[in-house]
């Protein structure tokens, strides 16, 4: 095989010292970043200190604490595990993280750091409550929420216990919970047992952490992004401060959207190292350097890594995708070789072409009559070969629907080879459906089906006329 000839001499030998480098190099850099903590000028400082109070001290909750005190804030740790709390109390980490002992040696000796197992007490007086308690997997994958559960029952005793008149404690819950929990465990939870609706005496906020262990301190100076799910929009104000000086793009979104990024995140996250890895073995088995295969996908900042292809929408079509994935994997196949991920995208893109169909269906269930906007695989382009606009067609003149199909990008004389003879094994009518008048066709249809952006043909369309996007989820 050529590729094979065109690897180093040993590629065994230039693979390892890759390798190597690539080790050697990683720490380097978080190196400069975790020296960050010692140098307190290089932390941004608290304008307004902050009375906080850390629920849960484990890898998340001790660095919190640290990173805040580093900040100027007054913190009282608390945990169930009374090792975990004496440990704070006398200024020592309760877990190993780099940065995170100095830290809170600094903060304890400058008298702004006590640990605690009375949460009520020091809620009396906190500004802000941040919940970082576990939320472990069940056997069955399900998550236990229990840990929160038991948290919101304290804090809602505590909160009970604050002064008539106090100013609201902001409730910011940072476990990393699935969309929903806010609204359907936690703020319940917290109302039933406080007597009283969040807004008045106490109010919630979901900030999901994006630390990574090992370089936590750095992380938190240094976030990707800073989410901050609320209720109402201003509700978490602006989590009072507590993130000022920080440089980050800065979200405010509703609780499960703000929930739902954090999953988002770590699926991809999992997502690319199994990817990678697939990559690699096979990369491997084929004695192909799967570090020089890796280092030219990561270099494409066009295509690969950046936001393109990554806007829910259309299934992926067209003539190159499926065809390539589908003889990678008969590739694969024939090698014995295993590749999951790989091996599931054509079944996770049929999948996606029948929940279209299935909007379109459910958006107008007694609607016998659909227009349909688009029919090749994107703008542009006359390309009908596996466009997903020609298998929902299909799908829908299966269904009994009266089809009528207008695509500016075609021209019924030019539809000649693969290209017609794809459009015709799913709709042998073709010429029959397609139109050239979209406003007339519109007023003779119940809904229209937009399948690529159409900006010129949605303009002519009446405006009671019930429209699906099916290329924008
Ligand atoms: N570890 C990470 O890198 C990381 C990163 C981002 C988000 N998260 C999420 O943050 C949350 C915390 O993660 P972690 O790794 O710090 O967990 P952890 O298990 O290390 O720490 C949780 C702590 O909460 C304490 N706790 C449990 N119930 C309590 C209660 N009722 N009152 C007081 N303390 C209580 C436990 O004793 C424990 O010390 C999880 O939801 C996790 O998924 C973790």
């Not at 702004?112 to 007086?125: M, P």
């Not at 201003?234 to 000022?244: C, H, I, P, T």
């Not at 070969?385 to 269904?399: I, K, N, W």
């Not at 799913?426 to 979209?438: A, E, K, M, T």
Request: hydrophobic share 40%; aromatic share 4%; proline share 8%.
């Amino acid at each position: 095989m050529s590729v094979l000839l065109r690897t180093s001499p040993d590629p065994e030998e230039s693979r390892t010292r890759a390798n190597l480098k690539a080790e050697a190099e990683a720490p380097q850099t978080e190196g400069v970043v975790s020296r960050l903590p010692a140098d307190r000028s290089a932390i941004p400082q608290a304008s307004r200190p902050l009375d906080v109070v850390v629920c849960g001290l484990g890898y998340v909750g001790a660095t919190m604490a640290a990173c805040l005190l580093g900040q100027g804030h007054r913190i009282v740790g608390i945990d169930m595990n009374p090792e975990k709390t004496a440990a704070l109390a006398r200024g020592e980490s309760p877990i190993v993280e780099p940065g995170v002992d100095h830290l809170l040696a600094v903060g304890h000796a400058e008298g702004r750091l006590s640990g605690s197992d009375d949460i009520g007490e020091c809620v009396t007086k906190a500004d802000i409550v941040l919940v970082c308690v576990g939320t472990p997997s069940r056997p069955d994958g399900s998550l236990d929420l229990s840990q929160v559960v038991k948290v919101c029952h304290d804090l809602a005793d505590a909160i009970r216990c604050r002064p008539d008149g106090a100013q609201p404690i902001l409730c910011v819950f940072r476990s990393t919970m699935l969309p929903g929990s806010m609204e359907e465990t936690v703020i319940p939870t917290l109302a039933r047992a406080v007597g009283e609706a969040p807004g008045s005496r106490y109010e919630v906020a979901y900030n999901p952490e994006f630390l990574r262990e090992s370089t936590a301190v750095a992380d938190y100076f240094s976030p990707p992004k800073i989410v901050v799910g609320e209720r109402q929009p201003g509700a978490s104000q602006r989590l009072l401060g507590l993130y000022d000086g920080i440089e980050a793009a800065w979200s405010e979104v509703p609780l499960a959207v703000a929930e739902m990024v954090k999953y988002v995140d770590n699926s991809f996250h999992a997502l690319k190292v199994a990817f990678a890895n697939e990559v690699g073995r096979i990369a491997t088995c084929l004695a192909i350097d799967p570090q020089a295969v890796m280092d030219i996908f990561v270099s494409d900042t066009k295509l690969n890594i950046s936001p393109y292809y990554l806007k829910p929408g259309g299934p992926f079509g067209g003539s190159c995708l499926p065809k390539d994935v589908r003889a990678l994997n008969a590739f694969l196949r024939e090698r014995a070789l295993t590749a999951p991920v790989l091996e599931n995208i054509l079944a996770s893109n049929a999948v996606h072409k029948e929940f279209l169909a299935e909007r379109v269906r459910s958006a107008a269930p007694e609607a016998r009559r659909v227009l349909l906007l688009g029919l090749s695989f994107k703008s542009k382009t006359d390309d009908l070969r596996e466009s997903p606009l020609v298998d929902l067609a299909g799908r829908l003149v299966a269904a009994g629907y009266e089809l009528e199909i207008y695509d500016p990008d075609l021209r019924r004389e030019k539809l000649l080879g693969a290209n017609r003879e794809f459009a015709l094994q799913h709709l042998p009518d073709l010429s029959q459906l397609l139109i050239s008048d979209v406003s007339e066709a519109a007023l003779r249809v119940d809904v229209a089906v937009v399948g690529k952006p159409m900006p010129q043909a949605l303009a002519v369309l009446p405006p009671e006329l019930p429209v699906v996007n099916v290329h924008l989820l």
